[in-house]
């Protein structure tokens, strides 16, 4: 359980940080019912067979349990050569994901040997390349370390310097430019792919995407200087600005992230050959050619299997996808028209004042039409703390915050629970409704007003949900740049 509580006594000018809050938590066997098996030919021209997800698990290439999600390649079949490819899994997330999301994958093993190409990515495959690709974890026979990459439709590029980590060695975006090769970073650690990734028990990857940067961070699994937020499983909030210099950041400045990525699925798979692993398979120091290689030598796969400990997706804080809640409390806002309404890129921050009194206080907060700042005030126990969340929103009317007499906590743990925060016009007629989804397994005090409202609409749900958000892909193709991912 994670509580967050803030004392102004301890702290002499106001702090702000902006959060992040669970949406989706897959671990084990979760996968199953949250991600398809794609049985479907592979549109990068791989020597693979990929299979539907009732024979992946029947023949033991898929190993689902409580903490971990095994995916194994075929290590035992010698191919014939005019047969199907090496069997293996490609598996897609059901729900899409955009901006003012991250994405942390906690991999305790991936695969690595010649011939393999395995990607942990984003996209649209019905929409590629126009809502962009982002290429988290991808490299192909044994080489190293890893690459992250963006794919996209025309009129998008990087400079080549610019506040990273990795070295970037393409900057053109542009699927059509470079064989597909994208806008390419290389880690800048080497225990980031392959067998110095496994060795060392794998690591954490983080990728954030918003309206105007995509960042991508990794961390080793003995790495001392992982975020606890990170590496804590199943963590409720996480904080993106205490993570440092991401290993690749692709900014705005000569590229609309806005509208070059849409809302993508996650995927997670791993081909063999095809238009990449195949391409540079003679420079690599690997035997012979790259099929021969697939289909003769069975158990140089033995290897080659992603072993997941959990993807956890996260949408920012009074953004559309994410829900702000608090278990068993409700907190009443009056709205000055009833045409105010908060935008998907609302924007949670928490702040530190001190108020002389928690009871009957009125504060009035006005927005304007470029995103500016509403406030919610939760008070704690203490009279003279009190918490306050500020969101980002982009409305053109006046809102006022009615305090309350009522001490409360602001708590955010592990179970899924449902709020209502509700907007009430300066008209009884007219209501505004945000549900917020949190997750807490603690009850706090219900806020009794010292104002009466009548609210006349409430909208609330019984199941966490979560909404599309802007989201990309990229694809990779650093060391030759014959990269070409089709989808």
């Not at 199907?84 to 991936?110: C, E, V, Y």
């Not at 907190?331 to 530190?352: D, G, H, K, N």
């Not at 807490?440 to 009466?452: K, V, Y």
Request: glycine share 6%; net charge neutral; charged share 10%.
């Amino acid at each position: 359980m994670r509580s967050f509580w803030i004392f102004a006594p301890f702290l002499a000018s106001n702090v702000q940080a902006s959060f992040y809050l669970l949406t989706d938590n897959w671990v084990g066997t979760s996968f199953l019912s949250e991600f398809t098996w794609e049985n479907i030919a592979d549109p990068t021209h791989g020597r693979v067979n990929y299979l539907p997800q009732s024979e992946s698990l029947a023949r033991g290439l898929t190993v689902a349990s409580s903490n971990s999600l095994v995916l194994k390649a075929d290590s035992t079949t010698v191919l014939s050569p005019s047969g199907p490819g090496r069997d293996s899994n490609r598996i897609m997330s059901r729900k899409q994901f955009g901006h003012n999301t991250i994405l942390i994958a906690d991999i305790k093993h991936m695969p690595f040997g010649c011939g393999t190409w395995p990607a942990l990515w984003t996209t649209n495959v019905g929409t590629w390349p126009n809502d962009g690709e982002v290429d988290i974890l991808e490299g192909v026979n044994i080489e190293t370390p890893n690459v992250m990459t963006l794919h996209t439709g025309a009129n998008c590029t990087m400079p080549l310097s610019r506040s990273q980590k990795g070295t970037a060695v393409t900057t053109d975006c542009y699927w059509l430019t470079n064989g597909n090769a994208g806008c390419g970073v290389i880690s800048e650690n080497q225990s980031s792919y392959g067998d110095s990734f496994n060795n060392v028990g794998g690591g954490w990857y983080a990728m954030e995407r918003t309206p105007t940067f995509i960042k991508v961070w990794f961390w080793s699994r003995n790495d001392p200087l992982a975020p606890a937020d990170v590496t804590t499983p199943g963590q409720a909030v996480i904080n993106s600005d205490n993570w440092g210099v991401p290993s690749a950041f692709f900014p705005n400045t000569q590229c609309d992230i806005a509208s070059k990525f849409g809302a993508h699925n996650v995927i997670i798979n791993l081909t063999f050959c095809g238009d990449w692993a195949g391409a540079v398979y003679g420079t690599g120091g690997c035997p012979g050619t790259c099929i021969d290689n697939v289909n003769n030598n069975p158990s140089a796969f033995a290897n080659a299997y992603w072993d997941i400990a959990a993807i956890r997706m996260y949408a920012l804080s009074g953004s559309v996808d994410s829900k702000l809640a608090s278990t068993s409390s409700t907190t009443t806002l009056a709205s000055a028209t009833s045409a105010a309404r908060l935008s998907s890129a609302c924007r949670v921050t928490t702040s530190i004042s001190t108020s002389p009194s928690t009871t009957s206080t009125l504060t009035t907060l006005t927005t304007t039409s470029t995103p500016t700042t509403t406030t919610t005030a939760l008070t704690s126990a203490t009279p003279s703390t009190t918490l306050v969340s500020v969101c980002r929103a982009k409305t053109s009317t006046s809102t006022s915050l009615i305090t309350t007499s009522t001490p409360t906590t602001l708590t955010i743990t592990s179970t899924p629970t449902i709020t209502t925060t509700v907007l009430t016009s300066a008209t009884p007629s007219t209501t505004l409704v945000s549900v917020c989804r949190a997750k807490t397994s603690t009850s706090t005090s219900p806020i009794t007003t010292s104002t009466p409202t009548t609210p006349t609409t409430t909208s609330t749900s019984t199941t966490p949900n979560t909404t599309l958000v802007s989201s990309s892909r990229t694809t990779t193709t650093l060391r030759p740049s014959v990269c070409t991912r089709s989808l």
